[in-house]
């Protein structure tokens, strides 16, 4: 399994930034993916999922600011940020299970200025 995302930046408070992570080697529209960020010092947190059936779940710091997207034909996921703050500054990471195993892809850095 592997996860390639991209779309880092930086941008000031306010401002948009969209991320894409392509996954490949497993049947990608049957899985669940997940956007995780890290910031500096802090455990990794759960920004949102997309289910297999398009359903969607956002950290509540995120709700209203964040979407999370896919598609199926390009088997990838997306992850829309608007309305960014600096508490935003964080690696974003996309996630998927298979066979009971965690991957992850390498992280996209995302700095968001006052």
């Known amino acids: 399994v592997q996860l390639q995302a991209s779309g880092r930046g930086l941008v000031q408070s306010g401002g948009s930034l969209r991320l894409s992570c392509v996954v490949s080697r497993i049947m990608f529209s049957h899985y669940d993916i997940d956007w995780y960020r890290q910031a500096p010092g802090r455990q990794r947190e759960l920004v949102a999922t997309?289910?297999?059936?398009?359903?969607?779940n956002y950290a509540d710091s995120v709700k209203g600011r964040i979407t999370i997207s896919r598609d199926n034909y390009q088997d990838t996921v997306y992850l829309q940020m608007s309305n960014l703050k600096p508490e935003d500054t964080a690696d974003y990471l996309c996630h998927v299970i298979h066979r009971g195993r965690a991957f992850w892809g390498q992280g996209t850095l995302v700095t968001v200025s006052s």
């Open positions: 997309i289910t297999s059936d398009f359903k969607t």
